[in-house]
């Protein structure tokens, strides 16, 4: 026992192989509960250090000190006041005595206490804490109650289930075993090594022994220590080759969750497949085998591989052998796919999207490419990006859908299509650096593809990538299809904050209602095209008269019938753009913006996304400033004051009606501050507005100290009101300042 009287923990639940994906959130629950559910009953708990421990046949917590024990229960029911407690002779009432019996005590053994109510009785006793050993089958049977488990398990005709069925379970307080009975399985001090290498039974005398014996026993219960030996050993590997590992940390994440006893076993394939698009092989090599590439030391991937093994072989050729074997029919498959995409040609493959459908209302993923046509187009000059190498990516965007590499490998569109296009000979008319930024355009266009992934890189992938997520999010609008809960079936969130992240991180100040409003107008044409079942070549035609806008209702001829559609209100655009809105609150908090800072900018709606950021950069700068935080409240208090206003506030201030002091010098500063920063605000130099601003504190100050604004007088009072409203609107002309005072 420790000299504080706590004592460690080890609670080892022994399973067949869990699964690989869930192990580490289970891993984390399971620790949690445990930790949670001794804290949560007083018992005295030193998990400093620990951590949640796991291979794929085991979940452990091992904790540094516990005690063995609750604290004394301290107890104190309040009973009725004394007016309802005693009679007028002093005598118990029949609700004193019920809560005396209730008690098991003798009325007159109750003690009295005072509230704000008067004075009561109460009893109080004390309850002697009760044995963690007792406490701890409860604490982990809740634990395990409360895991995240994706599909429970039945095994043995057991009504209980599980993750995978379960074999052993270990629970040591100190050095002694608390007797506890969990999914069929009772507690003792035995573990189990590894399968293969070890077969025989594991004993801790004390927790204390567990990672080490464990260790001993070719199993290294320490996630941590398991991850460091896999990148040790393959970059060892990489190294042997004289080149380097690529390791993916999902890749990574996966391979620990799989191994016991990780040993890196180098292997290779033959040269000839390298001429496939390598992200096809690290697709295979990566996701399907969980196998780390190696690359050359000119950074691109080589002929070598390292599979991780979970166990010492003592014939290390026939592993390699084995892994080589695997990836051979991937890579034979992906090289012929390859080669017979490439004779039909990225262009070919464009035929087949109309008969591809996209979305129900929306129509076919040809129908889509036409919109994303139009809308690049659009935006193209807005950015200065070359409009035509613009227009012939976004034709191409799609192809490669019908590729049969992407059919085979769906995380490589765009990837894909970038190979083609680098020597479909329908782009022969190009040179070649045009060749190219169509090229990298195709793959681009679906940059960011996950958290934390990069934006586009060129001037039109970043076009693509923009337009591409306009006709998503407005489409997903446009048929119903906006997330609700956990469903979001054409990932409209994550393309609103691909969409932002591109805008504001390209620098592209372009006017977001605009192109909404054209996404808007195309996607309701489609759904009535989608009911008159147009012709592509129709349809190619009227999302190119609508790009222009110039018309409120666009009117077309199908000969049997006429199609007719009206531009999207506000209230439509305005319910597009607060939902991209929502996904900035999250990309900006990641940054360490603070909320009233984003609510600020947010409650002017810029139509700008750049612009916003710009804005969110000048109010962090204001924020610190000294004159802040009474500027706020100013503005807070102005807004206020106007919203009460019973009379007709004039747009200008009369100087002919300043009687005060304060009131004159605060229009001249009002003034004078419309004056420095009407071209600064123009321009979007907000750092200059809101420095400008700060120079007004005094005289704002000073007003509401000597000034009072709804006086009797009507005509003063309107003239104040009008003066406050010309300040409020400046101080607010960069962001809702009054934000900063909540």
Request: charged fraction near 25%; aromatic fraction near 8%.
């Amino acid at each position: 026992m420790s000299a504080t009287g706590l004592q460690p923990l080890l609670i080892e639940l022994g399973t067949e192989e869990l699964p690989v994906k869930a192990l580490p959130g289970l891993a984390r629950a399971f620790f949690d509960g445990v930790v949670e559910g001794l804290r949560k009953r007083g018992i005295e708990v030193d998990a400093d250090g620990a951590k949640p421990l796991y291979t794929p046949r085991r979940l452990a917590v091992l904790l540094p000190g516990v005690a063995g024990e609750q604290p004394q229960q301290n107890n104190e029911v309040p009973g009725p006041y004394l007016n309802i407690a005693l009679d007028a002779d002093g005598l118990p009432t029949r609700a004193l005595q019920g809560f005396a019996a209730k008690a098991g005590v003798d009325w007159k053994q109750l003690e009295r206490t005072t509230d704000n109510k008067g004075e009561r009785f109460v009893h109080r006793s004390v309850t002697p804490g009760l044995r963690t050993a007792a406490l701890l089958p409860e604490i982990l049977r809740e634990a395990v109650a409360a895991m995240p488990i994706p599909k429970p398990m039945r095994w043995g005709g057991h009504d209980y289930g599980f993750a995978r069925p379960v074999h052993w379970l270990v629970v040591l307080h100190g050095k002694d075993v608390v007797d506890a009975e969990l999914l069929g399985v009772r507690s003792d001090r035995m573990s189990r090594g590894h399968r293969f290498m070890h077969d025989k039974p594991v004993w801790f005398s004390t927790p204390d022994d567990y990672v080490e014996f464990l260790r001993g026993a070719k199993v290294l219960a320490d996630p941590d220590e398991r991850r460091a030996r896999i990148v040790a050993e393959v970059q060892a590997a990489a190294k042997a080759v004289g080149g380097s590992a690529r390791i993916d940390a999902g890749n990574l994440e996966e391979v620990n969750g799989l191994v016991e006893w990780p040993v890196a076993v180098r292997c290779g394939f033959e040269p000839e497949f390298l001429a496939v698009p390598a992200e096809a092989l690290v697709a295979t090599m990566e996701a399907n085998q969980k196998f780390f590439p190696l690359l050359d030391p000119d950074g691109r991937l080589s002929e070598h591989f390292v599979g991780i093994a979970n166990i010492e072989s003592k014939d290390e050729t026939e592993v390699r052998k084995g892994y080589e074997r695997v990836i051979r029919p991937r890579f034979a498959d992906a090289k012929f796919f390859f080669v017979e995409d490439m004779k039909q040609g990225l262009a070919a493959m464009g035929e087949g999207l109309k008969q591809v459908t996209y979305q129900a209302k929306l129509g076919s993923v040809a129908d889509k490419v036409a919109r994303v046509v139009a809308l690049a187009e659009a935006i193209a000059p807005q950015v200065g990006a070359d409009a035509a190498l613009v227009r012939r990516a976004a034709e191409l965007s799609k192809n490669d859908l019908q590729s049969r590499m992407v059919n085979e490998f769906p995380e490589l569109q765009g990837i894909a299509g970038r190979y083609y296009a680098m020597q479909d000979a329908a782009l022969d008319d190009l040179p070649h650096d045009d060749r190219v930024a169509v090229a990298d355009a195709i793959d681009e266009a679906y940059r960011p593809r996950f958290g934390g992934d990069d934006i586009a890189l060129s001037p039109a992938g970043k076009v693509l990538a923009i337009a591409e997520r306009l006709d998503t999010l407005a489409g997903g609008f446009a048929a119903g299809l906006r997330p609700t809960g956990n469903k979001d079936p054409f990932a409209l969130r994550r393309n609103a904050l691909g969409l932002a992240r591109t805008v504001i991180e390209s620098g592209f100040d372009l006017d977001l209602f605009k192109f909404l409003q054209q996404a808007l107008f195309q996607t309701r044409a489609a759904i009535e095209l989608e009911k008159a079942r147009a012709e592509f070549s129709l349809r190619m035609h009227f999302y190119a008269r609508l790009a222009s806008l110039k018309e409120e209702r666009i009117a077309v001829d199908l000969g049997s019938d006429t199609i007719t559609v009206s531009k999207p209100g506000m209230e439509s655009l305005r319910d597009l753009y607060d939902f991209i809105l929502d996904r900035l609150r999250g990309y900006y908090a990641d940054k360490g913006v603070p909320v009233q800072h984003f609510n600020a900018v947010a409650e002017l709606k810029p139509k700008s996304l750049y612009d916003f950021d710009r804005r969110i950069d000048a109010i962090g700068t204001f924020a610190a400033l000294p004159e802040a935080a009474a500027l706020a409240a100013a503005n807070k208090r102005i807004g206020n004051i106007l919203k009460k206003a019973d009379v007709e506030v004039p747009r200008m201030e009369d100087p002919a009606l300043l009687a005060e002091p304060a009131e004159r010098a605060l229009a001249e500063a009002v003034e004078a501050l419309y004056g420095e920063t009407a071209e600064a605000l123009r321009k979007g130099d907000y750092m200059t507005v809101l420095a400008h601003m700060a120079r007004v504190r005094p005289q704002v100050d000073a007003f509401f100290d000597a000034v009072m604004v709804n006086v009797e007088d009507a005509r003063l009072r309107a003239n104040r009101l009008a003066l406050l409203r010309r300040l409020g609107e400046r101080l607010g002309s960069v962001a809702a300042i009054e934000h900063l005072s909540i």
